[in-house]
């Protein structure tokens, strides 16, 4: 587990995700713009910034399933390839947790947690139930396992969902915008979830409108505005000393509410 020091921006492991020089077109459009930086082993890493500025884009394009037009992103050692087999495998080392949930509605929430180790990693299926209830009891919902998700609530289904990702024993997890489709009320159970989380040292990417989170639990944040990282630092000097022109605009609109 590696040695945290939340808010201080302490680096706590070695390079985990680098990414390099990654462009990404749309068209004419030019959503990423020279991206670079590095993710440290156990680093919670907060991606914000205002809409349209690349933040989600930058979060699906570290496990490919948004496609760059040049730049490296490496994992673990390992450049991500760009299809095939190999994708599969390494995409199986990045957790994904999306803002629409994408639980499968035909499966009970025990089957969803299941399915990816027994599928991707060939864990034995009681091997496999009895590490998804543990997790479900980790995100609090391990009462629920025999429903379907649409008998849950949209915060219980996202903190499922957690436990998904988790389940494959991930070297990371993404999270794109995770409370974002949720009622206010159910916004402090998941991201209680992932606070604890980054307690127990797992390296997260987090694309969040959650400033509360951003300060409480990251060691650094990337602020993002048209394509590109416009500051990478803690959330201490982010938040009280912005320096570029265009993050104080951003920090006086939402924090003045």
Do not use: W
């Amino acid at each position: 587990m590696a040695d945290r020091a939340p808010g201080t921006g302490v680096a706590v492991g070695e390079p985990l995700v680098v990414v390099s020089n990654v462009n990404k077109h749309y068209g004419e459009l030019h959503v990423l713009k020279n991206i670079t930086t590095t993710i440290n082993r156990g680093e919670v890493v907060v991606v914000i910034g205002p809409s349209g500025s690349g933040k989600s884009t930058f979060c699906r394009a570290l496990n490919r399933l948004e496609t760059i037009d040049d730049g490296t992103i490496v994992i673990d050692g390992k450049e991500l390839p760009k299809e095939g087999k190999g994708l599969a495998k390494l995409r199986a080392d990045v957790g994904m947790v999306f803002q629409s949930f994408n639980l499968f509605a035909h499966k009970s929430i025990l089957e969803n947690v299941t399915l990816g180790p027994m599928k991707v990693r060939k864990v034995p299926a009681a091997e496999a139930k009895k590490r998804a209830m543990e997790l479900l009891d980790r995100v609090g919902v391990g009462n629920q396992a025999s429903k379907s998700p649409a008998q849950l609530s949209g915060g219980q289904q996202q903190r499922v969902a957690i436990a998904r990702a988790l389940a494959m024993d991930p070297k990371v997890m993404l999270l794109d915008e995770p409370t974002s489709a949720l009622d206010p009320e159910m916004i402090n159970e998941v991201l209680d979830v992932m606070i604890q989380l980054a307690k127990d040292g797992m390296t997260m990417v987090v694309v969040t409108h959650e400033m509360g989170f951003a300060r409480k639990a990251a060691d650094r944040v990337l602020f993002m505005s048209d394509g590109e990282i416009l500051e990478d630092t803690t959330p201490a000097e982010f938040f009280d000393n912005p320096r570029s022109e265009r993050a104080k605009d951003f920090l006086s609109k939402i924090l003045s509410h």
